[in-house]
């Protein structure tokens, strides 16, 4: 008798708010025909109700029980959060960002790469000159909420922003009466290097030559000097690797102007968040674009980076395909390499073929119809 092993996945599913669990039924879907098809593979979805519903229906957004519950499970497949019904802010910080910090997953990976057949906003470029990585700090910078509104603060801080104002600016505000607001962002020296160092790890598995990183350092020079010395620092234990410092306002341009530069590039938290919608417009747009929230040794969280778009929910419109190479990236991350090729060659030839299509690709699919051809391609393999 032939034995075969079968490895057990547990996957946490939260379809989430707006167009999210349009676009998850579809990748559910398709990481059930490419772990069928590779053999081996049994992955045990469980789904979870958190968003906008379950908060408007009980108040709550994501509760301890769920959180320890989700540390038992291989990793998180998550759709998108956000709701017009709720206060902007609540559902991003309550569920999609708490995930991100409870589990600490400190690398938001997000691929930026133009797959034959994919309309390309720059013009005379192709595939062989979008193809690299982003590397998003995720959980230090100015994500960390500390700040505040001056109405109520300690009376150390108001000091400190009086100061400011009467040493340094020619505004005349008096800090008691005025309102103000500030935000603080923090690097550590451990949260640089960590994310830092997975960055120069991946150009050498993905056999890239340069990292990027990129910074504000001319003008937040307290935050990102310490940044530049982590990366100097790491970067001497990866000789092969070239590197450059670019600062993100010149790195905006630079991505639409020669985007064939590009190989790994890694960046503070929020540059990170503004460069990789850059990064998905010039891949083909939102609906093409996933990303992973890595916790190396933990648990890590895959997703669409496109949100929830409640304007398009409900109407089975919504492309897919961002939140299925959200799931390849989680089976490759899983080490499931097999599972992950499988699903990406189903797509690449979905996407060359071009006749099953999104209205974002120009096409009349729908999402349905999008994720059941991707299956078709798996099972004709
Ligand atoms: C993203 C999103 C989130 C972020 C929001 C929804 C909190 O824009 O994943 O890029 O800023 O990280
Ligand atoms: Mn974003």
Known sequence: MVQVKVLKYKIAV???????????????KVLRAAAEVAGGVDIDFVEFPYGAEHYLRTGELIPEEALKELSRMDAIYLGALGDPRVPTGVLEQGILLRLRFYFDQYVNLR???????????????????????VVRENT??????????????????????????????????????????????????????????????????KGKKRVTSVDKANVLTHVYSLWRDVFESVARDYPEIETEFAFVDAVTMWFVKNPEWYQVVVTPNMFGDIITDLGAMIQGGLGLA????????????????????????????????????????????LGEQKVADIIEAAVVE???????????????????????EVVRKIENK
């Open 290 to 333: 996933p990303g992973g929230n890595i916790n190396p040794e933990g648990v890590s969280m895959f997703e669409p980076i496109h949100g929830s778009a409640p304007k398009h929910a409900g109407k089975n419109v919504a492309n897919p395909i961002a939140t299925i190479l959200a799931g390849q990236m989680m089976l490759e991350e």
């Open 111 to 133: 691929p930026v790469r133009l797959y034959p057949g994919v309309p390309c906003p720059l013009a005379g470029k192709g595939p062989e000159d979008v193809d690299f990585f």
């Open 140 to 205: 230090e910078d100015f994500y960390v909420a500390l700040g505040g509104r001056a109405k109520g603060r300690s009376k150390a801080e108001l000091d400190l922003i009086r100061s400011l104002y009467e040493a340094k600016f020619k505004l005349d505000v008096d800090v008691d009466r005025d309102e103000i607001a500030y935000q603080l962002g923090v690097i550590s020296r451990k949260g640089a290097e960590r994310v830092i160092r997975y960055a120069f790890e991946l150009a050498r598995r």
């Open 14 to 28: 939260i379809p989430g708010d707006g167009v999210g669990p349009e676009v998850i039924r579809e990748g559910v």
């Open 350 to 372: 979905v996407l060359r073929e071009g006749r099953v299509r999104t209205y974002d690709l120009g096409g009349r699919s729908s999402t349905s119809e999008v994720g059941d």
